[in-house]
Every structure is written in structure tokens, then in C-alpha cells.
T-cell receptor, first 115, second 112 residues
Framework: DGGITQSPKYLFRKEGQNVTLSCEQN?????MYWYRQDPGQGLRLIYY???????QKGDIAEGYSVSREKKESFPLTVTSAQKNPTAFYLC??????????????FGPGTRLTVL | AQSVAQPEDQVNVAEGNPLTVKCTYS??????LFWYVQYPNRGLQFLLK????DNLVKGSYGFEAEFNKSQTSFHLKKPSALVSDSALYFC??????????WGAGTKLIIKP
């Protein structure tokens, strides 16, 4: 987990609220990623960014939004449009995001629960 | 279609015995394969990766993985299991867009 921090560790949301999950990295990595993890499933990509001020939708972007104003930060907002947001959210980063040899490194995760 | 399969939801091994966690893949072009481990309520930790070269890749914590192109497999192995190896293990393959496709994970339980 070293080098990538996520906060908060646990987050509770009421229906209809937007919440923002923080992800910060000090690895000087260009690329950052957000994944969602549900029990019994692999990781699913929400959004990724290969460079500051640019980001791309992943497989399950609906109901989520991101920004990449700084190289070290990639916050994820879970909007009220996300119908089933209860999950474990993982942030990752890698050197370039466009090389076969890139390795993604992960933060400790945020567990979001909708009340 | 590009995909990764981990055919076992759970693997049980006695401490001290060898362990194998299976992974098969389907991808166009040369495969770039990864193994990660996840402890409860934690992020994923990188174990090892295959890019090219020797089919036997050595990684962290005594783990290794064997790449078999003809069987499209990348099984994770360890000669002697420890109770502390109990965790969730994920296999992943890089797709043509440089993103990772993930298996569903295999829960490894090492019994004393």
C-alpha cells in the first residue's frame, strides 16, 4: 500500500447524497485508476487517467465522476445516480499506463456503505 | 473476447504442503500477466508478472508462477505454504488498451 493513500477508510452515505473518495499518490506516477470490488467478482474499472487534466471512462463509469487537476490526486465522486454504490473502492497508480511493462500499485481502499 | 478465468473459488492446503492457484487467460497478441494478493479489508499487493522470457517467474514472499503458452495458463505456485499465505489471490492480464482484465479471485486457506 505504500505511496498511495485513500481516505476515508470507511464511508457511510444516505441515499440521494453525493460523496467524494480521496486518492493521493507520492510515487510520481503518470497514470491513476479507480476500481470497484464486489464480493465474488474481480475488480471492475470505473475511470482512469493517464495524464493531468485528462481521464477516460472504464467499464462501469455511470453514476461516477472524477477529476485530475494534479498529478498526485485523483478523487472519485459517487453520485446519487449510482444505483448500487455499496462496495469496496480501490485506487491504483502506475508509471505510464501505456506500456506493457507497467505495474499498478494499489491504495488500501475505501469501503462505502449506503444507509 | 479477452478474459481471465480462475476456476477455483477456494483452495485449501495444509501448512508445509505445496500450493497452486490456477489461472487461464484469453487475449489477442502476447499476454502480459500479473498476480496480486489481497488481505482482508486491504488493497491489492503486487506479487509478480510475466512480460517475456523465462516461463518461470519468481516473485515476492516465495511465490512463483509458470507461464504455459500452449495451455494459456499462468498458475501461481509456492513450494511450502504458510498459514500467513491465507488471502485472496487475483490473476490479471493486460488487454490491447493497456488496461487490466481481472479474474474473480481465489481464496487460499492454509490450515495449520
Amino acid at each position: 500500500d505504500g505511496g498511495i493513500t485513500q481516505s476515508p477508510k470507511y464511508l457511510f452515505r444516505k441515499e440521494g447524497q453525493n460523496v467524494t473518495l480521496s486518492c493521493e499518490q507520492n510515487l510520481n506516477h503518470d497514470a491513476m485508476y479507480w476500481y470497484r470490488q464486489d464480493p465474488g467478482q474481480g475488480l471492475r474499472l470505473i475511470y482512469y487517467s493517464q495524464i493531468v487534466n485528462d481521464f477516460q471512462k472504464g467499464d462501469i463509469a455511470e453514476g461516477y465522476s472524477v477529476s485530475r487537476e494534479k498529478k498526485e490526486s485523483f478523487p472519485l465522486t459517487v453520485t446519487s445516480a449510482q444505483k448500487n454504490p455499496t462496495a469496496f473502492y480501490l485506487c491504483a497508480s502506475s508509471n505510464f499506463g501505456t506500456s506493457e511493462t507497467d505495474t499498478q500499485y494499489f491504495g488500501p481502499g475505501t469501503r462505502l456503505t449506503v444507509l | 473476447a479477452q478474459s481471465v478465468a480462475q476456476p477455483e473459488d477456494q483452495v485449501n492446503v495444509a501448512e508445509g504442503n505445496p500450493l497452486t492457484v490456477k489461472c487461464t487467460y484469453s487475449v489477442s497478441g502476447n499476454p502480459y500477466l500479473f498476480w496480486y494478493v489481497q488481505y482482508p479489508n486491504r488493497g491489492l499487493q503486487f506479487l509478480l508478472k510475466y512480460i517475456t522470457g523465462d516461463n518461470l517467474v519468481k516473485g515476492s514472499y516465495g511465490f512463483e508462477a509458470e507461464f504455459n503458452k500452449s495451455q494459456t495458463s499462468f498458475h501461481l505456485k509456492k513450494p511450502s505454504a504458510l498459514v500467513s499465505d491465507s488471502a485472496l489471490y487475483f490473476c490479471a492480464v493486460r488487454d490491447s488498451n493497456y488496461q487490466l482484465i481481472w479474474g474473480a479471485g481465489t481464496k487460499l486457506i492454509i490450515k495449520p
